[in-house]
């Protein structure tokens, strides 16, 4: 048995270090003979999903596939490429925005790498009751249902920051749609990376653009980080500018008018805010990081960027690990970090919220950790952003041409 869980250990570890060999070449982090064949082989599979893509959009465009309205305004936050736009800060934002001017708001969203249904459940449903399972109800406004491992990161966030707002999870965001209508009467949907779920159709399409890396080598997955084209920039109402440093980027500006010459362009910064400590919520001000040796830890699509806020204000990161994006880590990788940085001479652990949302309660560390508090902070187009908020929340008295989809 002890054998059997080497080999067991190893294989994992082989997994992880090719999937992150694979990341980095799409990230073009990596280079060398390895990663040219790699890139070459990618590059060929880049152009089927292509095909697939543009195919899917037709059949859409065409009305040969249909998109289900629901009879409510429908929020979509997305982007065009694969993680690390920041879309939850700005969900997170606007759906405070909605429940404040008094929206009966619902977050639809996928669960991605959630925990899923047991098939021999979900196929006894099926035939005893004759229907799909129900979306999971992370929170129904009053208070948080589920774990992050059982609702994803994302949602759960959101659920804990968010009260008065509905959360749910479900790869079908038409019935996720329906079930917040219908249970919670909810007026206002706003679907969570929602800009490729083309069965229900926005009225208003956020459209999410990385400043610091807007679309990659400008290859479709899997040589590149976009999930469709450039130019369906087209399909958004409002670009984010998201990760904005506030100086003009010119020519990425000017892409962005050559496929989309009307949409409102807003630059925002993802603001740290505070640090907060992960087992007794206690809140602690940035300038405890002035001169500070750290250990920091993360499982992003942009580590990069969060390794560098840290040290902007002033830590000494001594210790650093990073996983792979969305990384349920284990209890033996939890006790393995914490068991390196004992023995260093560090001040605090720092993680980003994401990632503490997947520790383990009972795993406790041997100094402070804290996570990384990040909000939106609007640095141009301040008047865009209140006016869509208008927009989306004019008086139910004064809305009857935006309350049915086409």
């Known amino acids: 048995m002890p054998r059997l869980h080497h080999y067991r250990q190893k294989i994992i570890r082989w997994v992880d270090d090719f999937t992150q060999f694979t990341v980095d070449v799409i990230y073009d982090r990596r280079h060398g003979r390895a990663a040219e064949w790699m890139a070459s082989c990618l590059y060929g599979l880049s152009f089927l999903f292509s095909g697939a893509v543009q195919l899917r959009y037709y059949l859409y465009e065409h009305r040969i596939l249909r998109n289900k309205p629901l009879g409510c305004l429908v929020v979509v936050v997305g982007n065009l490429t694969v993680g690390g736009t920041g879309k939850t800060p700005v969900v997170e934002k606007f759906a405070r925005i909605l429940n404040e001017r008094g929206r009966k708001v619902a977050i639809l969203s996928r669960g991605y790498k959630s925990k899923k249904e047991p098939l021999p459940k979900k196929l006894w449903r099926k035939l005893t009751h004759g229907e799909e399972s129900p979306p999971k109800i992370v929170s129904d406004g009053q208070q948080v249902l589920l774990n992050s491992e059982v609702a994803g990161d994302e949602p759960y966030m959101l659920a804990r920051n968010l009260p008065g707002v509905v959360v749910l999870c479900d790869k079908n965001r038409v019935k996720a749609g329906s079930f917040a209508?219908?249970?919670?009467?909810?007026?206002?949907?706003?679907?969570?990376?929602?800009?490729?779920?083309?069965?229900?159709?926005?009225?208003?399409?956020?459209?999410?653009?990385?400043?610091?890396?807007?679309?990659?080598?400008?290859?479709?997955?899997?040589?590149?980080?976009?999930?469709?084209?450039?130019?369906?920039?087209?399909?958004?109402?409002?670009?984010?500018?998201?990760?904005?440093?506030?100086?003009?980027?010119?020519?990425?500006?000017?892409?962005?008018?050559?496929?989309?010459?009307?949409?409102?362009?807003?630059?925002?910064?993802?603001?740290?805010?505070?640090?907060?400590?992960?087992?007794?919520?206690?809140?602690?001000?940035?300038?405890?990081?002035?001169?500070?040796?750290?250990?920091?830890?993360?499982?992003?699509?942009?580590?990069?960027?969060?390794?560098?806020?840290?040290?902007?204000?002033?830590?000494?990161?001594?210790?650093?690990?990073?996983?792979?994006?969305?990384?349920?880590?284990?209890?033996?990788?939890?006790?393995?970090?914490?068991?390196?940085?004992?023995?260093?001479?560090?001040?605090?652990?720092?993680?980003?919220?994401?990632?503490?949302?997947?520790?383990?309660?009972?795993?406790?560390?041997?100094?402070?950790?804290?996570?990384?508090?990040?909000?939106?902070?609007?640095?141009?187009?301040?008047?865009?952003?209140?006016?869509?908020?208008?927009?989306?929340?004019?008086?139910?008295?004064?809305?009857p041409s935006i309350t049915r989809e086409s």
């Open 181 to 399: 209508i219908r249970k919670f009467g909810c007026d206002t949907l706003i679907l969570d990376d929602g800009l490729q779920y083309l069965p229900l159709k926005g009225k208003l399409n956020l459209l999410l653009v990385d400043k610091s890396n807007p679309f990659g080598n400008q290859h479709l997955l899997p040589r590149g980080i976009l999930r469709e084209p450039v130019k369906h920039l087209n399909r958004a109402s409002y670009i984010f500018l998201t990760k904005s440093d506030g100086v003009r980027d010119e020519a990425l500006l000017e892409l962005i008018r050559e496929n989309n010459p009307k949409a409102e362009i807003i630059e925002c910064a993802h603001k740290p805010q505070y640090l907060k400590a992960v087992d007794s919520g206690e809140e602690l001000s940035l300038d405890a990081l002035q001169g500070a040796h750290i250990a920091a830890f993360s499982g992003i699509a942009s580590p990069e960027s969060f390794e560098k806020m840290l040290r902007e204000f002033g830590a000494e990161i001594r210790y650093n690990q990073r996983f792979l994006d969305h990384h349920r880590f284990t209890r033996g990788e939890i006790e393995s970090l914490y068991e390196r940085v004992s023995h260093l001479d560090l001040d605090m652990i720092v993680t980003t919220e994401k990632d503490a949302v997947r520790l383990f309660e009972d795993i406790k560390a041997p100094i402070p950790i804290y996570y990384l508090r990040l909000e939106i902070d609007i640095l141009s187009g301040k008047e865009d952003f209140e006016q869509a908020a208008a927009r989306i929340c004019l008086p139910r008295t004064q809305k």
